[in-house]
């Protein structure tokens, strides 16, 4: 595995809306190579969250002691990166999730311009793989016209996933602040229909790409690892949703996984096993284009950028 390049592009426009705000980059992209696959990030922006949104469930005293370490204020906005995985391999392009299009938030919906400054159009793309249906992962399947933009790819989703945001009796039963999540999860499902095939837990589902179930960020998440000789790069979208409190303390609830307990184990199992084999992983919302491997601290976990 090898860092090859690493693009940043920061835009021209340092003052965007609202100082506090990190410089918006206007497509940053970051290279490695396993094998004959070639593997890019792609940013798609940033969120930008309430602190709850990740903090609320947690001891608050300890996370408190916790946020004081790393200087992080506890109600400060959280503007964790959105990074897109592209891989290029043999006759494939084979996007990782869809980003975030241009109806969630302001601060995402870069991917077009990424993909148009590394020169690959969406009509390449083969195959849209996706981790889970939210909405900063899903909603890029279409445009502004609500036309898809990946005309000419399968769209490949696990069936537990899939299952659930795809079920009518979903926006009844979800918590009253996801509704619009699952109503812009199920249009979108039922736009992209035709496009789509479903996989299940283990299946390889592309040549030296294999599935690995990690429910618990939501109901049918999926990871993925790519495979070539005896190396491997994981993708594990948002099964480690940051690089602080699900790395210092996996076992603290976090309030954006929608099962905190299937959540956490999920968490401390790939955490273990990436720290062991060392193996390279690439996080949906990781820093410095989510690119980087895990080490063990004792009874926690550091990530170390690439
Ligand atoms: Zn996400």
Known sequence: ???????????????FAGAALAPRMA??????????????????GYLTQPADFMFAPMPQDELAAYLETKGMARDAQL??????????????????????G??????????????????????EVTHVVFTHCHADHLWGVLD??????FTNAQHMMGQVEFDYWADPATVD??????????????????????????????????????????????PGHMSFELRAGGSSVMVVGDAILNDHVAFAHPDWPIGADSDHEAAAQVRKGLLDQLAHDQMTMIGFH?????????????????????
Not at 102 to 123: I, Q
């Open 1 to 15: 595995m090898n860092i090859s390049r690493r693009r940043l592009l920061s835009s021209a426009a340092a003052g």
């Open 173 to 218: 039963t979800i918590a009253e602040d996801r509704v619009p999540m699952a109503v812009g999860a199920k249009r979108r499902l039922d736009m992209i229909g035709e496009q789509m095939s479903f996989f299940g837990d283990g299946e390889e589902i592309l040549p030296g790409v294999a599935a690995r179930a990690t429910f618990g960020h939501s």
């Open 79 to 100: 503007t964790p990166e959105c990074n897109v995985t592209l891989v290029r391999h043999e006759d494939r392009v084979i996007l990782f999730d869809a980003g975030s």
């Open 286 to 306: 990781l820093p410095n284009g989510g690119i980087g491997r895990v080490e063990r601290q004792g009874d926690a976990f550091a990530f170390v950028p690439a």
């Open 102 to 123: 241009t109806t969630f938030m302001p601060t995402v919906g870069d991917l077009p311009d990424a993909m148009s400054a590394l020169g690959v159009d969406p009509g």
């Open 144 to 149: 502004d016209f609500d036309e898809p933009v």
């Open 27 to 44: 497509w940053a992209a970051t290279d490695i190579t396993l094998g004959d696959m070639q593997i890019t990030t792609l940013s798609d």
